[in-house]
């Protein structure tokens, strides 16, 4: 994936969340939604990274994840679409 290149990042980033999506994996599966939540940022799809990132919060949220509840509230803060 070339710099620069945001509809691969985003093609990407829904083949590695397919992947986590096959188990039950719940750290795994919220890492994946927020990286697919940074590449639809990057890609201009504001609504669509909001939702990502609130769906990996709430399997954070769920597991009591702090790390992961905390990068998943930084990115909504910072990028203001939660």
């Given at each position: 994936i070339g710099d620069g290149d945001a509809d691969a990042?985003?093609?990407?980033a829904r083949t590695g969340l397919a992947i986590?999506?096959?188990?039950?994996?719940?750290?795994?599966r919220a890492s994946a939604r927020l990286v697919l939540a940074r590449a639809l940022a990057a890609?201009?799809?504001?609504p669509a990274a909001a939702h990502e990132?609130?769906?990996a919060l709430d399997l954070s949220r769920a597991k009591g994840h702090a790390?992961?509840?905390a990068a998943a509230e930084?990115?909504?803060r910072s990028t203001a679409v939660g």
């Open positions: 990042g985003v093609a990407a986590a999506d096959t188990g039950d994996w719940s750290f795994l890609a201009g799809d504001a990132a609130g769906s790390a992961g509840i930084s990115f909504l």
